[in-house]
């Protein structure tokens, strides 16, 4: 019922227009409410008007909602697995009731400031700092690479403290806060990606998570998004691999069409057996995560795996579609693009096989 329900949503509301989107560099807000309504944000939280639905539930919506585009699943996954989760784990009962319902309802947007200009994967050694003013809290510093940044009513903004990484519940009417837009991106256009500054902002007592602390407070919510991104990935390889198949079934060349070729059969093949493998591992490891059981490296291998599979799957369904691969007429370079957000962003693919080389040797080797 979940995928009929977004795959509906994403054929009749994103597909006619996201190739515009894309071309324009924008998000239409309106999103928010409609995913809202349709029980996509914060899907598999309990309580608070979320959905409360499963794991499993929760990652078919993000494929199909990144068969459409990855900035849709992106802007679910950030106001979700980011956002609301950062406060539904780490906030008291009085954050959770002032936020989490209308975060659900898409009337208000939330975003995640982890990464700074300078700190990226290595979010530990942030410069934002929060320091105390009586009872009030001061923020001060710059975070980068804000997905809903500028469009967000509330910024979850992770700091430093003389207590270690906490982290804030920011307004955006917070005095001194501001977000402003990253223009020129060639990938991930559909979609908002900001700067944020926090000079001087003055937070009562209450903006702080007071559950969280270190860098285990953002990286938990990391976990989540990363596993939205293990489905998501799938989705957009899946519209890949389709508008492959149906151009190779159709496009005549040599007086055949292309897709009698064994050159092409052997990559939709390899594209075909990538994708299954892909599905099964993001079942595999919903299930696993349905029984509490899923453990941050194997979130890490198949985020590695997904995305990197992906991208692959989009590059070679790109070759099938020639010179019409080159443009927004179809939407497989749109969908390669992104990917490349998507093998940087929620943690790189150098970082994901870092943390799965950890796991099987025993030894970090991020430093
Ligand atoms: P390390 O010493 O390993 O760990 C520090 C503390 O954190 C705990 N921890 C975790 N907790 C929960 N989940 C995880 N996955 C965790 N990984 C580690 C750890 O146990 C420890 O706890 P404690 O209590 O002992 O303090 O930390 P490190 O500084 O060595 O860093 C490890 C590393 C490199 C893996 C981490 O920094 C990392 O994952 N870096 C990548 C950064 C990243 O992914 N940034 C994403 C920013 S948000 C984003 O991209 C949103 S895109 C949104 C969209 O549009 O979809
Ligand atoms: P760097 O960390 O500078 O890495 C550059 C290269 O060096 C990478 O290939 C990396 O893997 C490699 N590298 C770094 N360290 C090592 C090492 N120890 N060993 C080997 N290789 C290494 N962040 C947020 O907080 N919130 C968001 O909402 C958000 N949205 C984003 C949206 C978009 C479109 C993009 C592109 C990014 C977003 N990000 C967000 C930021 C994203 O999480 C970071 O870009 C990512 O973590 C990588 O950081 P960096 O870009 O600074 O690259």
């Not at 324009?24 to 639905?53: N, T």
């Not at 299930?287 to 991208?311: H, I, T, W």
Request: proline content about 4%; aromatic content about 8%; some cysteine.
């Amino acid at each position: 019922m979940v995928r009929d329900t977004v795959r509906a949503y994403v054929r009749d509301r994103v597909l006619p227009e996201v190739a515009q989107w894309f071309e324009e560099g924008m998000l239409p807000r309106e999103l928010g409410p409609e995913l809202g309504r349709l029980g996509l944000l914060g899907m598999h939280l309990q309580g608070y008007g979320c959905s409360g639905a499963s794991a499993v539930a929760y990652g078919i919506a993000c494929q199909e909602l990144e068969a459409g585009d990855s900035g849709v699943r992106s802007f679910a996954s950030v106001q979700g697995s980011l956002a609301m989760y950062a406060i539904h784990r780490w906030g008291d009962e009085g954050q959770k009731r002032t936020w989490l319902p209308a975060m659900a309802r898409g009337e208000l947007i939330g975003c995640f400031g982890l990464t700074e200009p300078d700190f990226g994967s290595n979010p530990a050694g942030m410069r934002t700092t929060a320091r105390r003013a009586g009872s009030d809290w001061i923020l001060d510093g710059t975070k980068m690479w804000i997905t809903n940044g500028s469009i967000a009513d509330v910024a979850i903004v992770w700091a430093q403290t003389g207590d270690g990484i906490r982290g804030f519940i920011v307004p955006r009417d917070a005095k001194g806060f501001s977000a402003s837009d990253i223009h020129r991106k060639l990938s991930l256009r559909a979609s908002i990606t900001s700067e944020l500054v926090l000079a001087d902002c003055r937070l009562p007592a209450e903006s702080q998570l007071p559950l969280a602390q270190g860098l285990s407070g953002p990286l938990a919510c990391l976990n989540e998004a990363r596993y939205g991104i293990v489905w998501g990935s799938m989705g957009a390889a899946r519209s890949c691999y389709e508008t492959a198949l149906e151009y190779a079934k159709t496009r005549v060349q040599f007086n055949k069409p292309i897709a009698a070729y064994q050159l092409t059969q052997q990559k939709l093949v390899n594209m075909l057996l990538e994708l299954n493998k892909g599905m099964l591992l993001a079942l595999h490891l919903g299930r696993a995560k349905d029984a509490r059981r899923a453990q941050p490296a194997q979130v890490s291998f198949a985020k590695l795996n997904n995305v990197r599979e992906a991208l692959a799957i989009a590059r070679e369904a790109r070759t099938i579609l020639g010179a019409n691969g080159v443009t927004l007429e179809y939407p497989v370079i749109r969908h390669m693009n992104n990917l490349e957000s998507v093998l940087t962003y929620e943690g790189t693919s150098e970082m994901h096989a870092l943390i799965v080389g950890k796991e099987i040797t025993g030894r970090a080797a991020f430093e």
